[in-house]
């Protein structure tokens, strides 16, 4: 599989030379595109190379190969943008040139959503996207609270749960925020995974859980410092039935939160020098 990688590395493309060789910033995304480091550098010597870290690759599921290549091509890397603060225990080797980058929300998508697709006067809880999935809480939780409607949208997998768990197919991304803004409680299933901690502060649906001031459950791992969130240990019946009880006295009265723009968190991550705050360097 090393060879394999090695060989896709170098693999000919006239475009993604071309394009990489006039870029001023390449920005390399949490994923196996970390074995192009050297082909990066090599065709392009000035190029500011920025690692921008949404998601630890053992977490994913990444080959080890990746993330030693990573490792090792490191001094190739202008700086490192991490997602959360708990990700730098994974990232002494770069220590220097770490910084953090939060999430971004362009308004003008979240704005107007539409009507609530519900049916009127039912408890309802959203689940949106498919990272580390947890079909079992759905069965555990639809069973013990018969009376609230789940949704579950996108989970990238079918399975059959209790009358009152819906399962839909992926959707458009705008077309999903009206099920999120006008659901009771907010739901991030995930399965346990090596260094999920990280996902307290990485979510993508946590955080637009918060933007529209829904309370959250999610695994204890995922909880964090955020007040919104009920955490439960999967699997467990008796930890999920305390968390959804807990979150739905809490729906209505969590405040929403505010976040950067897309361009903001971009100039952060592009230019991090600029703002101190985000840098993450000499933190234990």
């Known amino acids: 599989m090393r060879a ?14 071309e394009m990489c060789s006039n870029a001023d910033a390449i920005v390399i995304e949490s994923s196996v595109a970390a074995i192009y480091l050297r082909r990066l550098r090599r065709i392009n010597s000035e190029a500011k ?44 080797w770069a220590e220097g040139r770490l910084f953090r980058a939060e999430f ?9 959503v539409g009507p609530s697709p519900y049916v009127p006067g039912r408890k309802t809880l959203i689940s949106v996207g498919s990272m580390l999935f947890d079909e079992t809480f759905f069965a555990i939780a639809g069973k013990l609270f018969p009376d609230v409607q789940f949704h579950v949208i996108g989970c990238g997998t079918t399975f059959q749960g ?32 090596p260094g999920a901690e990280y996902l307290a502060e990485s979510s993508l649906k946590l955080a637009q859980y918060e933007y529209f001031g829904l309370p ?35 729906a209505g009265a969590v405040k929403p939160r505010k976040f950067l723009s897309w361009t903001e968190v971009a100039l952060r991550v592009l230019d991090p020098e600029r703002y101190p705050e985000t840098s993450l360097n000499g933190l234990s």
């Open 162 to 193: 209790p009358p009152n768990v819906r399962v839909y197919p992926e959707m458009k991304f705008k077309d999903t925020l009206a099920y999120i803004k006008h659901a009771a409680v907010g739901i991030a299933p995930y399965r346990s995974a």
């Open 49 to 92: 190379i920025i690692y921008y870290a949404t998601d630890q690759l053992d977490t994913i599921g990444a080959h080890p190969f990746v993330q030693q290549r990573l490792e090792d091509d490191s001094a190739l890397v202008t700086h490192f943008s991490l997602r959360s603060s708990t990700m730098i225990d994974h990232f002494r």
């Open 104 to 112: 971004g929300v362009d308004e003008g998508q979240y704005s107007n």
């Open 216 to 250: 959250a459950l999610c695994p204890t791992f995922a909880v964090g410092r955020a007040p919104s969130r009920f955490g439960y240990e999967p699997g467990n019946e008796e930890s999920i039935r305390a968390a959804v009880v807990a979150a739905l006295a809490a």
């Open 4 to 17: 394999a990688y090695v060989l896709y590395s170098n693999w000919p493309s006239e475009t993604f030379d």
